[in-house]
């Protein structure tokens, strides 16, 4: 075909093909502009929301902070007293374990007449009043008490065989004697 047209439509014609591709890329452009228009939106809205969320979180965890630090104050108090409690049963000291260590360093034939124990005589020396069957019985219970590992020192005082001790046990002695650090431990 022969193209039999004048040129001023001819221009027209390529004017109008390229109107049209014009309106093409804009419409393409104005979609995809909306298209990214409403991804932002919606981005938008998602961060909002995120922020809103982590802001209670942020809010709860402040609060549940507020109640564990009232916890962790009363740990803290609870430790102390704890260890004062510790180092103060440390330091306790059972006359029981005093006794029966005491009873089992006497020799057959020997009986403790008087002793007085408290926590402050535990620190000096302490007297004790002890009866035996005979002399012998006496020196092996100093004997005894020396070879021991709860006296630090052990002294005699007195030593009377005139009969004026318990019946049966004629002989007395009284002696000074320092109880070890360990003694009631």
Do not use: C, W
Not at 31 to 39: F, R, T, W
Not at 96 to 120: D, V, W
């Amino acid at each position: 075909m022969i193209n039999l047209l004048p040129d001023k439509d001819k221009s027209e014609l390529i004017a109008a093909r390229h109107n049209v591709l014009l309106v093409r890329y804009i419409t393409i452009s104005l979609i995809a502009i909306l298209a990214l228009y409403a991804v932002m939106k919606n981005s938008e809205q998602l961060l909002v929301a995120t922020k809103t969320s982590a802001e209670a979180t942020i809010a709860s965890n402040t609060t549940e902070a507020g109640v564990y630090s009232q916890t962790k104050q009363r740990v803290g108090e609870l430790s102390n007293n704890l260890t004062t409690a510790q180092s103060i049963l440390d330091k306790e000291v059972h006359f029981s374990k005093i006794l029966t260590n005491i009873a089992s360093q006497m020799p057959e034939g020997t009986i403790i007449g008087e002793l007085n124990l408290s926590t402050a005589s535990l620190q000096g020396p302490v007297s004790i009043t002890a009866y035996g069957k005979t002399t012998d019985a006496i020196l092996a219970l100093q004997s005894a008490f020396r070879s021991s590992s709860l006296f630090s020192s052990v002294a005699f005082q007195s030593v009377s065989g005139s009969g004026s001790g318990v019946a049966g046990y004629p002989v007395s002695v009284t002696m000074n004697v320092t109880f070890s650090k360990t003694a009631g431990q």
